[in-house]
């Protein structure tokens, strides 16, 4: 029988593969990021938006419109495992779009306060959002608050439903405030006649003058006009001493001023009005002291205007005075009362002077009520009017106050929060007031403990026997008096309200550990929950003995089983949801599929019956044990060297992983693969090569390489990872050295890259090159610093050359430049200009005359033909060597040139070659008109031919084709044109009755009248 062999399958599991954004989104939200499983796989939305970076994985809602988008997340592992594809709906939400939707555009700063209203874009009024701007409180517009000027109200909203904020919209409103008008004489018109009845009229310059007799713009208007006649009388027809008020508005936009006073005042009296000032006081202010100034006499103050008298004499001095005290004067608002200078001379009271006294009310703070609040709130900002005023109580910073209570007791503890205001009125000159005013706030704030009592922990559990469960004793809590009670069990239902609590069996059914939530509520406030746990274990049957169980994530394809120590029957094995799965003693995990293959830890809990001491079976209680699946360990292998292609050259490179789901590393393993001779030596969880190591002296290019990393986590899960790499090894450029130089020629370079260097010198070590004298991609120029024609030779001069492919130079070739002035003087030769069709000439070199300046010549020399210039005499392009040189094949393009030099063997150099060439000419195109068809017989036609280019030129005609070269007068005609004789028609070879049928023999004839052009001619013409 044949010996049986074995072999293994390994099965790699597939990738369970999530996916998560944010489920929802505004389109003027930021980036979104999703959580992938496994790293970038392959990325696809529906329906499709450019919003996607398929790449990153990033959702731009920026860049997408309003709706759902699905998101398709595919990705293979590095076993080639393509996990089963996951999706995840993106919600955008589109922006609101509003508009305010009041009207007024311009209003007066005595309108009353107005609602504004909002709008969604579809016509939806909006209840909800928020205005702001001068003026605005709340969802109301103020323009008495707002004061004169335009106001931008502003609109904020916010979708309850996406959170998506609209765009702020705004509506300006103009508040309109007309002055009073201007022009109205603020000085009193004095009558010196008393029978004066005339007086003049009192007028005002403004816009749409009203006259009102009384301060009260709700009267009837005396005159629309901008001059009033003052004709008061009195009954005999006489002017009546005495002070006559009348006032006067002006409208502009609409908005209609405050009325302005103008008093007339007839008297005799010659003493001026006495001067004074405006009064502002609070209310509760009593007895404010007026003072007016005048000449120097008494003054007298009068509550009313009609009570001023003309004339009288005083007896009672306790009437006059410079100050008077506002006895009586408490309502808020404005008061007038006028004083007036008396005159012992003509005892008389002078012109009368206002007095403006205004009562202000105290203002009115508020403080935002905050009801009941709970300890759990760490702060609270406090609503305040008016603004500017000052908040103070324990725990008050500015408007934020931190809540009080006493965290040692359940109970309410009340803080009083006090709101000082203030207002200053009055400036200038005025007799200014501030009036300020306070008020306080109650803030109750509950604090709820735990319960306590038996069996809550810390305390011990409380524990009974099976046969108690009947008659359990009942549970003691203690709680706060005024509160309410919860008892809940352990599936949250709550059992019991009130204390104590009398268990039954419809609480405890059965063996087992029983916990239950204790919380107190007090003023809607719910306390930390208190935890009691009632234990029943009079049950002989204990709990299996149970071991966790661990494995990685790329071993799932087989799961295990769970194995129990017990001896007891009727098995359950619960999920963590408390469902049963299993009813047999091991749990194999392999029977449920993929269930509980995914990474994470799953909870599994046992349980067994077995009789008692009479025979009857008991569940014992629970046993607990974790299944745990250890995620493989995702990572990348980083590289210190970030260069796309690495240099043979280069320092250590270290290799490290990258570890993006949080594995730790127990252990890594490195290796290289590829065109290489070394390898990676570990140190740590990293990994190191050196380039020179790896690449070797003779593996010039680009050496592609592969690293290998697998890594081990402290789990004992392992994962696998490769990194591509290239190494560049730059050959040195191969360069001849050069001697017997004559001139600073070019530096030929055999080598190529993507530049050449050139070196002035080199350090002792061979390392490093300093001193670049050029930099190019083929050659460099000897300076010519380095020729001096006065000497016949000159040191040798070393420089050092590098390449550099791909980014890395190569190590440097020695060029040794040797300068040498050879004497040999240039010859010359004679160029040749030739048809295409000639024989090709022999080129011919001529000596130069010896001169001065060069050596006689000595020894034997020879001329060697080159197709380039060169100072070399074996240079690689030399085709001949002798007096003459015919080239081998005819020349093509229209010029060749070749290069001639004279070599000498006594002084072992060549001179500067000289160019010589071969200019090829080609007779131009022509041109043979069109022939009409003629018939035998009939007169012949003129003939004409053209050439293309504009040259000199003469045509030659010929009865056949001519040999080349042309046999010299075998034309029969130069000219551009002629009449075709009549003797050159072949007559015998064109039947006459074609003649009837009218062929035509023109074309025919055509053929056989071919042009040249001699080139030899037309050189001559040239």
Request: with cysteine.
């Amino acid at each position: 029988m044949e010996t049986p062999v074995t072999g293994s399958v390994v099965v790699n599991p597939l990738p369970v593969l999530t996916l998560n954004y944010a489920t929802a989104a505004c389109v003027y939200d930021a980036a979104l990021t999703p959580s992938l499983s496994h790293g970038m796989g392959t990325l696809a939305v529906s329906p499709a938006t450019a919003a996607l970076n398929t790449t990153t994985g990033v959702f731009t809602p920026a860049s997408a419109t309003a709706g759902n988008y699905t998101i398709t997340y595919n990705y293979t592992d590095g076993n080639g495992c393509v996990g089963d594809a996951v999706t995840d709906v993106i919600t955008i939400n589109p922006r609101p779009v509003t508009n305010i939707t009041m009207n007024p555009t311009a209003v007066c700063d005595y309108t009353p306060t107005f609602g504004l209203k909002a709008q969604l874009a579809n016509g939806t009024a909006l209840t909800t959002g928020t205005f702001s701007g001068t003026g605005v409180t709340g969802r109301n517009f103020n323009p008495a608050a707002a004061t004169q000027g335009t106001h931008t109200i502003t609109f904020e909203y916010s979708d309850p439903t996406t959170g998506c904020e609209a765009l702020p919209v705004t509506h300006n409103i103009t508040v309109n405030h007309t002055n009073p008008p201007i022009g109205v004489p603020d000085e009193a018109l004095n009558t010196d006649v008393p029978n004066q009845t005339l007086v003049p009229d009192i007028c005002a310059t403004g816009t749409d003058i009203k006259w009102y007799s009384a301060n009260d713009t709700n009267t009837t208007v005396v005159l629309q006009a901008d001059c009033y006649k003052t004709t008061y009388v009195d009954d005999l027809g006489k002017m009546k001493d005495g002070l006559y008020p009348m006032y006067a508005t002006q409208t502009l936009n609409g908005c209609q001023s405050e009325p302005v006073q103008v008093i007339l005042t007839i008297t005799n009296c010659p003493i001026p009005k006495p001067t004074a000032i405006k009064y502002h006081a609070c209310t509760g202010e009593t007895n404010v002291a007026l003072t007016a100034i005048g000449t120097g006499n008494d003054l007298g103050w009068w509550r009313n205007f009609d009570d001023i008298p003309t004339s009288a004499t005083f007896g009672d001095e306790d009437f006059l005075s410079d100050t008077w005290t506002s006895h009586g004067i408490t309502a808020v608002g404005s008061h007038t009362v006028y004083v007036a200078e008396y005159d012992p001379t003509h005892t008389c009271f002078g012109p009368p002077t206002p007095v403006e006294l205004i009562i202000h009310e105290l203002p009115d703070p508020k403080i935002q009520d905050l009801k009941m609040i709970c300890y759990t709130q760490a702060s609270v900002n406090i609503s305040i009017e008016p603004a500017g005023s000052v908040l103070s109580g324990a725990g008050v910073s500015g408007t934020t106050w931190t809540p009080q209570f006493t965290a040692s007791a359940t109970g309410v503890k009340t803080t009083t929060l006090t709101l000082d205001a203030s207002q200053a009125w009055g400036s200038g000159t005025d007799r200014q007031a501030t009036c300020t005013n306070q008020t306080t706030l109650d803030v109750d704030v509950t604090n709820v403990l735990a319960p306590t009592g038996t069996g809550i922990l810390p305390n011990p559990p409380v524990t009974w026997g099976i046969a108690s469960i009947a008659s359990l004793p009942p549970m003691e809590i203690d709680y706060y008096p005024t509160a309410s009670l919860s008892i809940k069990d352990s599936t949250g239902t709550v059992i019991s309200t009130s204390s104590p609590l009398t268990m039954y069996p419809t609480h405890i059914s059965k063996i087992g550990k029983y916990s239950y939530d204790v919380t107190q509520t007090l003023n809607s406030c719910v306390s930390p929950i208190a935890k009691s746990i009632w234990i029943i274990v009079n049950c002989p049957t204990p709990a299996p003995i149970l071991t966790p169980v661990a494995i990685c994530e790329e071993n799932n394809g087989t799961l295990p089983s769970i194995t129990a120590v017990a001896d007891g029957f009727n098995f359950e094995w619960r999920d963590s949801t408390g469902l049963v799965i299993e009813t047999t003693k091991d749990l194999d995990l392999s029977t449920f599929g993929n269930k509980y293959a995914a990474p994470g830890r799953y909870t599994f809990s046992m349980s067994q019956e077995k009789n008692d001491a009479a025979g009857m079976p008991c569940r014992g209680p629970e046993a607990t044990v974790t299944f745990t699946v250890n995620p493989t360990p995702v990572f990348t292998i980083a590289l210190s060297n970030t260069k796309t292609t690495i240099c043979q050259t280069d320092p250590e490179v270290i290799a490290s992983p990258v570890i993006t789901n949080n594995a730790v590393v127990a252990s890594m393993d490195y290796s290289l693969s590829g065109n290489s001779i070394g390898g990676i030596i570990l140190s740590g969880s990293n990994g190191s090569l050196t380039p020179a190591s790896v690449v070797g002296a003779a593996q010039f290019g680009l050496v592609p390489m592969t690293i290998t990393a697998t890594l081990t986590d402290s789990k004992g899960c392992e994962a696998t990872q490769t990194r591509d790499i290239e190494i560049q090894h730059t050959p040195a450029p191969a360069i001849d050295d050069l001697s017997r130089m004559t001139s600073a020629v070019p530096v030929e370079v055999t080598g190529t890259g993507e530049g050449v260097k050139f070196y002035s010198n080199q350090n002792a070590s061979r390392t490093a090159l300093t001193g670049v004298v050029e930099k190019t991609t083929t050659t460099w120029t000897l300076p010519t610093s380095f020729i001096d024609p006065t000497k016949e030779t000159l040191p040798a001069k070393d420089f050092f050359a590098t390449q550099t492919i791909h980014g890395c130079e190569s190590t440097d070739d020695l060029v040794r430049v040797e300068l040498f002035n050879c004497p040999v003087p240039r010859p010359s030769a004679v160029s040749e200009i030739i048809c295409n069709y000639d024989d090709i000439p022999t080129l011919t070199a001529i000596p130069a005359p010896l001169s001065t300046w060069f050596k006689p010549k000595q020894g034997t020399s020879e001329f060697r033909w080159f197709t380039r210039t060169t100072t070399n005499p074996d240079d690689g392009s030399r085709v001949a060597v002798g007096d003459t040189y015919t080239p081998l094949s005819a020349p093509s393009g229209d010029v060749t040139t070749w290069h001639v030099a004279e070599y000498s063997s006594f002084y072992n150099c060549m001179s500067p070659t000289a160019p010589v060439s071969i200019t090829v000419n080609y007779a131009p195109a022509v041109t043979i008109s069109t022939q009409r068809p003629t018939c035998v017989g009939l007169a012949q036609p003129t003939i004409s031919a053209s050439v293309a280019i504009d040259i000199p030129q003469q045509i030659y005609w010929y009865k056949t084709q001519p040999t080349t070269p042309v046999p010299a007068d075998s034309h029969f005609a130069i000219a551009n044109q002629f009449l075709l004789p009549t003797s050159l028609v072949p007559l015998t070879t064109i039947p006459s009755m074609l003649c009837t049928k009218q062929t035509a023999v023109g074309a025919n004839l055509q053929q056989a009248l071919t042009a040249f052009c001699h080139c030899l001619k037309l050189l001559l013409l040239r």
